[in-house]
């Protein structure tokens, strides 16, 4: 019989301890308040704008040689009508000259120029300064009593909350009445 009674002293210790290390469930608590929790984060950003700007002429250019060569001969017959003994060669290689170029210009007068405006994209790096939500500041009740957490998400009206009961270490003697109230 006292082995029987020892057996069963030390089945109830031990299963105590186990029912003790298992006492954790889930339940539902009410969420009263749910408010996010901002941080500034530095974030430059690069900011572009397009101006236009003139744009430099370019001419069409014909290629064209005839109008130097005419000019040439014409100017070097004329400047060798001009001269007299000497000055007749210089006269005429002057005259050459003068009409070359004046060729040259005549040939060209009827080119196009072309004028306008060309884009332009100018970008600069400006400071940002972002609020990020880092998390959210959750304040519940569970059984009459309120708490308050901080979780990465909105949990929304309910809560799922683990529940643990654990008996308290006394001292020998502090629980007298059998009641655990004092």
């Known amino acids: ?94 005259g050459a000259a003068i009409g070359a170029i004046t060729g040259d210009r005549l040939s060209r007068r009827d080119d196009d120029y072309e004028y306008g405006e060309r884009e332009v994209r100018r970008c600069r790096e400006v400071d940002h300064w972002e609020s990020r939500i880092v998390g959210y500041r959750v304040a519940y009740e569970y059984h009459g009593h309120s708490y308050s957490t901080m979780l990465p998400y909105d949990p929304g009206n309910r809560l799922r909350v683990r529940v643990s009961v654990d008996p308290v270490d006394a001292p020998r003697g502090q629980w007298d009445r059998g009641d655990g109230d004092e």
């Open 1 to 94: 019989m006292k082995i029987f009674t020892v057996a069963a002293a030390v089945s109830l210790a031990v299963g105590g301890q186990l029912a003790r290390a298992d006492a954790a469930f889930y339940d539902q608590a009410r969420v009263r308040d749910v408010s996010p929790e901002y941080e500034k984060v530095f974030a430059p950003r690069t900011e572009c704008r397009s101006e236009y700007v003139p744009n430099s002429y370019r001419r069409r250019d014909s290629g064209n040689l005839l109008g130097p060569v005419i000019g040439g001969v014409a100017g070097g017959l004329l400047g060798a009508q001009v001269g007299r003994g000497n000055g007749r060669t210089a006269a005429a290689a002057a």
